[in-house]
């Protein structure tokens, strides 16, 4: 059976509870922007092979990946999702012409 005495986690030795903190944001900043960067090349891509206007898809994800590389350096968030707003918006654009 358990043992239902006091929680030792807090008395353990080698508590690094702050490293644990600080990898999991790591990691969540890692996808946010991995995933915002992935769908910025695939709008990338669909500019490029529904309407033929590769100059402005090689731009998009040209600049997807300038900003991919800014928001792992820094821990931005913003730029990532500005991002794929704008890919969005060159999208339709592309589609209207």
């Known amino acids: 059976m358990a043992d239902h005495g006091p929680v030792e986690y807090a008395t353990a030795t080698g508590n690094d509870l702050t ?8 990691f969540v900043q890692l996808a946010y922007v991995g995933t915002l ?12 092979g529904t309407t ?13 990946v300038i900003v991919a590389v800014h928001g792992i350096a ?3 968030r913003l ?3 500005v991002m794929v707003i704008i890919a969005v918006l ?4 592309a589609a209207a012409s």
């Open 19 to 26: 490293q644990h903190q600080a990898t999991y944001r790591t």
């Open 37 to 48: 960067h992935l769908a910025s090349i695939v709008i990338g891509l669909a500019i490029g």
């Open 52 to 64: 033929g206007h590769w100059l402005v898809a090689l731009a998009i994800i040209a600049f997807a």
């Open 74 to 76: 820094t821990g931005a």
């Open 79 to 81: 730029p990532s999702a």
């Open 90 to 93: 060159a999208l339709g654009l």
